[in-house]
Structure formats: C-alpha cells, structure tokens
C-alpha cells in the first residue's frame, strides 16, 4: 500500500507554483462559502439570537425596575392595605418612579 498524503514529512514533499494556487483557490472558495452561509444564518435569526442574548440582562433589569419602584412606593406610604375596600388591586410597580430634575433635591 501507498503512503497517504497525511503520513508523508512536509520536508520531502514539493509542490508546484500551479499546486499552491489551486489550494489557495480551494481554500479561498471555502472561506467565502462559510462567510455566506453564515450571513445568510445572521439576517434569516438575527433578532432571535439578539432576543436570545438580551433575556438574562432584561430579566435582572426588570427585577431591579421593581425593586425600585416598590421602593419609592413605599416612601410615600404607598402600600398594599392603603388600596384594601377601594376596588383596587395593588400588585407592585412594573417601572420605577422618575422624578424631573427641576424638581430632585
């Protein structure tokens, strides 16, 4: 049996000016495939994977928004029995509270 073209020392092997051309083009052709494909993956789920990686940050910036709105609902003596036998439901602030700058101590 032949010695495959993996086994051979690279030292002993040559290869011709027209060899290495047509390995760049090889190469070359491949790299401008992959670049294509995954252009064409980018565009088709881009805002799946941007949604996919925004979660966790969203996730923590919601829990610290109504962490800070419940807060400063509480500062103004806002609570859930000051709503109780008025019809009102109190389930907690989604957004914080947002005081203008004229009116920040």
């Given amino acids: 049996m032949g010695e495959s073209e993996k086994t051979r020392d690279p030292l002993d092997c040559t290869m011709s000016l027209g060899d290495h051309l047509e390995e760049l083009r090889g190469r ?10 995954g252009s064409i993956v980018s565009l088709v789920f881009g805002t799946r994977i941007i949604r ?11 829990a610290r928004d109504a962490k ?15 709503f109780k036998g008025r019809g009102y439901e ?16």
């Fill in 90 to 105: 109190f389930k907690g602030a989604r957004r914080p509270l947002r005081v203008p700058k004229c009116l920040a101590l």
């Fill in 68 to 82: 800070t709105a419940q807060e400063a609902l509480e500062a103004m003596g806002v609570t859930p029995e000051s």
């Fill in 52 to 62: 996919f990686i925004e979660r966790p940050y969203d996730a923590v910036k919601e």
């Fill in 28 to 37: 070359l052709i491949l790299a401008i495939l992959g670049l294509a494909i």
